[in-house]
Every structure is written in C-alpha cells, then in structure tokens.
C-alpha cells in the first residue's frame, strides 16, 4: 500500500545514502500529482417523471399546462387537499390549481373505478443560469489502484486527512454546469487502472420537486471506475467524470433513486 505520509522521509534517507557513495542504490523518484475532477454532462436538462394513479373520492376532469396557475395557497372546499407527485394540488373554478409548473399532463378521474389517473409525463428543466435548483451529493473516500496497491487521494496537495465534501451538481457557471476539482493528492509516479470514491446524494430541489434522494437498497457507496492510465514523475495527470445528473435519477414511491450514470471520459498529462 502506498502511504504519501513517509513519502517525503524514504526520499531524503535515499538521497544520504547516495551522498555517502552508496552506488547501488537509487533516489527515490519525486511524485507526481492526480488531479479528478467532476461535471454534470450539459446535454442533460430534463427530468422526466411517468404519470401515475391515485384513489379518490371526487370525480372531476381538468385540462392544464406549463400556463397552469401558481398558487400560494392551496384550500378545497369540503376536502383534505390532493398531494401528486409530492406536490398539493386544488380544484377551484373548474381549474386545477398546483404551486408550481407541470408541463404538457392531462388529468381524468374515472367515476367507476374512482381512480386520479395522472396520463402522460412531468417534466422539469433546467433553464441557462438558473440558481434555484440543487441536487446535492457527497464525495469521500478517493482511492487510486493498480491491481490491489493503492495510494489514498486527499482534496488538495496541502491535505493529509481525507475528507467528505458537498457539490452541487446542478450548479452553473456562466449557463454552464460547474466543473469540480474533487481530489488532487500526490501519488507516486507508476501505472494505475482503478479509481474508487464514495459518491451518495441526500437531496433533490428541482423546479416543483423538493425530495430526499438515495442509492437503491442493498448498493454500495463506493463507485469504481476502471480505466488504465499513468502518472508520470513531477507531472499533472488529470482524470476528468461526467456525470448525467437527471439521468442517473429514477422515481421511487414518494422519493428519487440516484443510478449514478458517471463516466471517465478524458485523461490529460500536464
């Protein structure tokens, strides 16, 4: 197992060992440094939910889209409110009342069957430069392997403790998703062909969905990615992810799954 921490003390006592004429023996080769950074894939913009269907006990039939009134506050008269979707909707005036926006979604009650059947899909974008929207996630655990050695990844050449960090992957800069430098530690120079971290998600605020979000039962928070490359003697290697933010999601009951859709996708030598 590589350990950075002795790093710096095996390469001084190689160094006066030389000083003393020792031919046979070697300096030890200075280390190089593994930059990964992180950035949602800014094709992905959408989430798309799936209509569903809900027991009633009234029998309307309403038309709405994207135009559909925002209410602050939502009142039935002689009923609890509807909640679809995480969301309370109303009816007034014959008009389907919800705070928020759906798109593009008709509504039919069947009187026989008293179901709310929800027909068609929900979607939400994410508009250039919008700040509103945040699907939070945590980073940890960096390691670097070849085959079973590994060296631990720190989040900055100055730290020696590892350390669990927040991003948000809907954040955007310039109407652009946010690049993350989220691990740049020493290693030691040499061929790897594993890299592993800890990458969960704890919520999910997009457009008229405030959820909790979490990885399917029973899977790992460690993420592997397999992918051969080399850090060279006092040079940068960069391994750049791309993650599909709103793919990796999938609705649950009341609540959203994260698939984690990631991906290296560059390796650049500096």
């Given at each position: 197992m590589y350990n950075m921490r002795y790093f710096g003390l095996i390469t001084l006592i190689g160094l006066g060992l030389t000083g003393l004429s020792c031919n046979d023996i070697e300096d030890s080769p200075?280390?190089?440094?593994?930059?990964?950074?992180?950035?949602?894939?800014?094709?992905?913009?959408?989430?798309?939910?799936?209509?569903?269907?809900?027991?009633?006990?009234?029998y309307y039939t309403f038309q709405i889209s994207g135009d559909s009134t925002i209410a602050d506050s939502l009142v039935i008269p002689e009923r609890e409110p509807l909640t679809i979707l995480g969301e309370t909707f109303t009816v007034s005036n014959d008009t389907l009342v919800v705070k928020g926006n759906i798109y593009d979604t008709t509504l039919v009650i069947s009187e026989e069957k008293e179901m709310f059947t929800i027909s068609g899909d929900t979607v939400v974008s994410v508009a250039k430069n919008d700040t509103m929207n945040i699907f939070d996630v945590s980073v940890f655990q960096g390691k670097v392997y070849h085959d079973s050695l590994y060296a631990t990844l720190f989040t900055g050449l100055s730290e020696y403790k590892t350390k669990t960090r927040n991003y948000n992957l809907l954040e955007q800069v310039g109407g652009r998703y946010k690049q993350f430098v989220i691990f740049e530690s020493y290693v030691p120079p040499g061929n790897y062909n594993m890299l592993e971290f800890g990458l969960t998600a704890s919520e999910l605020l997009l457009g008229v969905f405030n959820s909790p979000i979490r990885l399917p039962d029973g899977e790992s928070p460690l993420l592997?990615?397999?992918?051969?490359?080399?850090?060279?003697?006092?040079?940068?290697?960069?391994?750049?992810?791309?993650?599909?933010?709103?793919?990796?999601?999938?609705?649950?009951?009341?609540?959203?799954?994260?698939?984690?859709?990631?991906?290296?996708?560059?390796?650049?030598h500096y």
């Open positions: 200075a280390p190089g440094v593994l930059r990964v950074t992180l950035q949602s894939d800014n094709a992905d913009t959408s989430l798309v939910i799936g209509g569903e269907v809900l027991t009633v006990t009234e592997q990615l397999n992918r051969d490359f080399k850090v060279y003697e006092d040079g940068i290697t960069e391994v750049n992810l791309q993650i599909r933010p709103l793919e990796s999601i999938a609705r649950y009951r009341d609540s959203f799954i994260f698939n984690r859709v990631i991906e290296i996708t560059t390796i650049n």
